[in-house]
């Protein structure tokens, strides 16, 4: 079902940006970065987090890692990663296809800078086989996506 909520997203903000599917599984940041060619900073990597009572997901580039401190000083309190059934029941998508476009409702999105490393990112479209090929200007605009550094970043 989040495959095909992904393709009426971008069916109806942007019809220039087609769903790649891959016969391989892309699920994790390595697994995707050989699925679709690029090296893995390229993978837009979305986190699930729960600061309080508020869900949040954080958009990075996938060989950063989230720093607690500046998640903590940026939202105010302890990021804790959402379950593996919490994601599906809050996002619409499955684990290794969570992204945030189409999702089953809105929640505010983040986008961290060290996606614009990068002229075009990948991520994940609704599913563990399938992505977009997206500048990162044009993902957060998407999507409405705040800019954070909340991210350790690593080359």
């Known amino acids: 079902m989040s495959l095909q909520s992904v393709r009426a997203f971008f069916a109806e903000k942007a019809p220039d940006i087609s769903v790649i599917e891959s016969p391989i599984s892309s699920a994790t940041v390595a697994l995707a970065a050989e699925a679709y060619g690029v090296e893995p900073g390229r993978i837009a990597k979305t986190l699930s987090l729960r600061i309080g009572e508020r869900v949040i997901l954080i958009v990075a580039a996938g060989t950063s ?22 994601v599906a029941d809050i996002t619409g998508h499955e684990v290794g296809g969570v992204c945030p476009f189409g999702l089953k409702a809105p929640l505010p999105i983040y986008c961290d800078v060290s996606l614009k490393a990068f002229d075009v990112v990948v991520p994940a479209a609704g ?16 999507v409405a996506a705040e800019w954070v550094d909340v991210c350790e970043h690593r080359p």
């Open 127 to 142: 599913s563990t086989h399938s992505a977009v090929r997206i500048t990162p200007y044009r993902m957060a605009e998407l």
């Open 65 to 86: 890692r989230m720093d607690n401190k500046k998640v903590k000083a940026q939202f105010g309190g302890k990021p804790k990663m959402l379950g593996l059934e919490e």
